[in-house]
């Protein structure tokens, strides 16, 4: 088993930045694939970005250019530096981890883009 918890979300103004956290413990392996997602009111979760076991990281075209993602191994946290938030960006924001067939969910951040 994996546990992820998530940190750092909050109320921000359009253009402002957040920064989110993700603490992994439990089964943690080096090569699990990572990644952020997010659901907003009345809508599906959908992938923000992800970084592959080789560290590739891949965004939603929303994002590209605004949003960072990136990991440590060896603390075991995956960090997401959103930059230039709009209010479209209003969600609640889950840490995610992947290996095989085998999925983990963290309990999710709010993250409120307004003015």
């Known amino acids: 088993q994996v546990q992820l918890v998530e940190s750092g979300g909050g109320w921000v103004q359009p253009g402002g930045s957040l920064r989110l956290s993700c603490a992994r413990s439990g089964n943690v392996w080096a090569y699990d694939v990572v990644g952020w997602y997010r659901q907003a009111p009345g809508k599906q979760r959908e992938p923000v970005a992800t970084?592959?076991?080789?560290?590739?990281?891949t965004y939603a075209d929303s994002v590209k250019g605004r949003f960072t993602i990136s990991a440590d191994n060896a603390k075991n946290t995956v960090t997401l530096q959103m930059n230039s938030l709009k209010p479209e960006d209003t969600a609640v924001y889950y840490c995610h981890s992947l290996r095989f067939d085998d999925q983990w969910w963290g309990q999710g951040t709010q993250v409120t883009v307004s003015s």
């Open positions: 970084m592959s076991s080789g560290g590739v990281p």
